[in-house]
């Protein structure tokens, strides 16, 4: 019979623990032990070789219930039986009333230098030590097993186990939120989720009753045009940007506030699907974001974002012409730049799902000293909101599942409840004491104790909205103006696909007339084309609009002069590594050039895959048999970035209307296509044309321009996607 190993913390009170942080980052990128992947391991279980029940009994045969007879009925006592059932029957929790989809990885994060002058966070002090992370990517909208390609927020959420204790840093892949106040979160998500009557639709916010909230919410234009640009739709969880969003607090040690924005920046860049492509995904591959972190790692290729922070001295606060309390609001790069202070690395996948990232609890008001909140209302209401869900969904010990406790001891007088772990000796549990001897005592004085910041909270208890929160459209309308032609053409044909599926009338008029002409006339004008929803003559009444709760302020006068080029994606990415490439083949293909261009992707770290008409092998030119990665029938051009069509195959392939299609897509999703020169009839076929990233090339030329052509990700101008060809 196999034992669970014994728990480490057998000998100590509450848990015995190691110090946490380990060792230094291999020069060679090797997997490290961090802290908390020992912490996990007395709790890690492999399969063993006989089977008990949870009491540890040895069980005989658990696939016959106990009967009466061999014919009979089956009997109550079957204790076997029922608890084996009564177990499954309750293996579910709850699932994320938000964020329900998500994937997670452990890492470690280090920063680079000592960062003490601006706060007194010991994991921001000592480049010298890897403070163990868990970050679990999310959509919002989809239940726990909708597609991963929504067009949706992307939460970004990281759980460091410092030596102070456990930081929640529960970002989104956008800086910016749809609303100002946390008590309009409920009514947010009750309009994007699947409307009630009918649960329809999945994962979607093109539907009526969003856009009903979102046009009467003029507040939510700024993160409208980030959810309808390509950012709503990430290539990979690893070429999105991360924010914390809200305007925090950094304070040093002596006791000196200053307000920061926390930004994460991909290693691999910002890159995107396009919205038909990300649609097909959703039912060719609905585990494409999640696979491919997955595999990422496994392989070896470890995901990395810089940490930045963007800083700004109290005495500034007011120097922006925006509220830096306003969740709506960016703050340019270019007016303050984002200094980049450490890096993270996610480099081991979770051993259980369940354990790991569905019983993760995050909580933006899990900090530790040297982090400190601001008055942002947003934010505000997040503090109260994440605990009060976490106590439902994993319950009130939800801090002792081994994927949430802290790597330092525990210790206070909270008690009891459903789950509890700690075996809590002796009889005091209350403060003050004697008979424990006052322990466990206040650390007034320590380091390691969080004190809030002091600050002086001047004016009337009211229930309203700053007035230097009414500008809603200044930043929606930089936004637009940063975007290059091509973005800015899918940002208008994602607005058009929404308002298209929106039923009614009123809605589609509102969102057009009170939101999209006051962020650019010619974002308007686009929509307007590609919709039918026809823009108000100036001067002419627009849609009635039934009392807007938060009334927008006035534009910027300066708002259609402002940009800010940060926020375009219209950049190469710093690496493709990564990147998947179909390589098109059956039998008779030049085997040589297939093994040479397998081996040259490899070194760049690319993953290239053979596909051929069935799985197994092809026989290739010379006649030698090649491992088939993929069968064409189960192989769409949606799950691969670039496609290479090698000598030998390119006649019978032009016969045939599945690779047809698969170049075709490969060609509208803007993606690079290198032929070998006896495939030029396959892209005849396949109705594309030759040049921006389509090639028809021999020898060496052509596995090397498939290469550079990849070093753009996509060639976004090929095809307007908001006039669908
Ligand atoms: C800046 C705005 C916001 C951001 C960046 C954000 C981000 C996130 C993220 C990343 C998660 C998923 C955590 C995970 O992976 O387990 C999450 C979950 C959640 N958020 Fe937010 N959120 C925001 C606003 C709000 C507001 C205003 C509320 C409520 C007032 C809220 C309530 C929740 C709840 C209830 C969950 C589910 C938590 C769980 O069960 O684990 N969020 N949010």
């Known amino acids: 019979m196999t ?3 014994a728990k480490a913390g057998s000998k100590g009170t509450p848990r015995a623990r190691t110090s946490g942080q380990k060792g230094s980052a291999d020069a060679d990128g090797t997997p490290q032990e961090t802290g908390k992947t020992e912490d996990l391991a007395p709790d890690t279980m ?3 070789p006989t089977m008990t029940n949870n ?13 009466s007879h061999v014919r009979g009925p089956t009997l109550l006592e079957d204790i076997m039986m029922r608890e084996k059932i009564t177990h499954f029957d309750h293996e579910r929790i709850p699932e994320r009333v938000v964020h329900a989809r998500g994937s997670a990885a452990h890492g470690f994060f280090q920063v680079y230098e000592d960062l003490s002058d601006v706060t007194m ?6 480049p010298k030590i890897q403070t163990p992370v868990f970050v679990r990517f999310s959509t919002v909208a989809g239940s726990r097993g909708s597609t991963d390609t929504p067009r949706d927020v992307r939460g970004f959420a990281v759980k460091f186990y410092t030596q102070e204790g456990v930081w929640d840093l529960v970002g989104n892949n956008m800086p910016v939120f749809f609303i100002q106040d946390a ?14 009557h009918n649960e329809i639709p999945q994962a979607q916010s093109a539907h009526d009753t969003f856009w009903d909230f979102a046009s009467l919410t003029p507040e939510s234009a700024h993160m409208l045009m980030w959810v309808m640009s390509d950012r709503g739709i990430p290539r990979s969880l690893t070429t999105m940007e991360g924010f914390g969003v809200h305007t925090f607090r950094l304070v040093n040690e002596d006791g000196k506030s200053r307000f920061v924005k926390f930004h994460w920046k991909p290693a691999k860049g910002v890159c995107s699907l396009v919205w038909e492509e990300a649609q097909l995904i959703s039912g060719k591959d609905p585990d494409f974001n999640r696979r491919d972190l997955y595999e990422a790692i496994e392989r070896g290729d470890f995901p990395e974002w810089e940490l930045g922070f963007q800083i700004v001295e109290e005495e500034d606060e007011h120097k922006f012409g925006f509220d830096l309390l306003d969740a709506t609001k960016i703050i340019p790069e270019e007016l303050v730049p984002v ?4 890096k993270m690395t996610l480099n081991r996948n979770p051993d259980n799902f369940f354990a790991e990232t569905e019983q993760v609890a995050f909580h933006t008001g899990h900090v530790v000293p040297g982090i400190d909140f601001t008055n942002d209302p947003l934010l505000q209401g997040r503090l109260f ?18 994927i949430n406790r802290p790597l330092v001891p525990v210790d206070n007088n909270q008690r009891d409840g459903f789950g509890r772990q700690t075996i809590n000796k002796g009889k005091v549990s209350y403060f003050p004491n004697s008979l424990g001897g006052g322990c466990p005592m206040h650390q007034p004085g320590a380091a390691a104790a969080f004190r809030s910041v002091a600050l002086k909270e001047p004016g009337l208890k009211v229930r309203e909205r700053s007035e230097s929160f009414s500008d809603h459209f200044s930043q929606a309308t930089q936004f637009w103006n940063s975007m290059s032609d091509w973005e800015k053409d899918h940002i208008a044909a994602a607005f058009s696909f929404e308002l298209n599926q929106v039923v009614d009338e009123g809605v589609r008029n509102r969102t057009m007339n009170e939101i999209l002409v006051n962020i650019a006339a010619e974002l308007a004008e686009m929509v307007s084309g590609a919709t039918g929803i026809e823009i108000a003559p100036a001067g002419t009444p627009e849609a009635p609009t039934p009392s807007a709760p938060t009334p927008s302020g006035p534009l910027k006068p300066n708002a259609a002069s402002l940009k800010s080029p940060a926020l375009s994606m219209d950049k190469p990415p710093p690496t493709i590594k990564g990147r998947k490439i179909a390589i098109l083949g059956g039998d008779g293909v030049d085997d040589k050039e297939v093994q040479t261009a397998l081996l040259l992707y490899a070194k760049e770290g690319l993953v290239a895959e053979l596909i051929g008409p069935h799985a197994g092998a092809v026989e290739g030119a010379s006649g030698k048999q090649l491992k088939v990665n993929r069968a064409a029938p189960n192989a769409p051009s949606v799950v691969y970035d670039a496609v290479l069509v090698p000598h030998g195959v390119g006649p019978a392939l032009a016969a045939m209307p599945l690779a047809q299609r698969f170049i075709h897509e490969a060609y509208r999703h803007g993606k690079p296509v290198s032929v070998a020169s006896d495939a030029g009839g396959l892209l005849e076929a396949a109705g594309v044309p030759e040049g921006d990233g389509v090639v028809v090339a021999e020898g060496s030329e052509l596995l090397t321009g498939l290469l550079e052509n990849l070093s753009q990700h996509r060639f976004p101008r090929r095809v307007s996607v908001l006039k669908p060809s």
Do not use: C, M
């Not at 008590?183 to 009630?196: M, Q, R, T, Y």
């Not at 869900?389 to 939800?398: A, I, S």
């Open 339 to 342: 200094r980049k202070i450490g």
């Open 55 to 67: 009491q540890g009994v040895g069980i005989s045969d658990d696939q016959n219930s106990l009967k």
């Open 3 to 5: 034992k669970k190993p």
């Open 385 to 402: 909101s994440y605990i009060d869900t976490q106590l439902r969904r994993v319950g009130p010990n939800f801090h002792e599942i081994p």
């Open 183 to 196: 008590i309009k979160f409920p009514d947010l998500i009750h309009a994007v989720k699947p409307e009630p």
């Open 46 to 48: 492999p399969p063993g």
């Open 121 to 126: 966070a010991q994991l921001f002090r000592d």
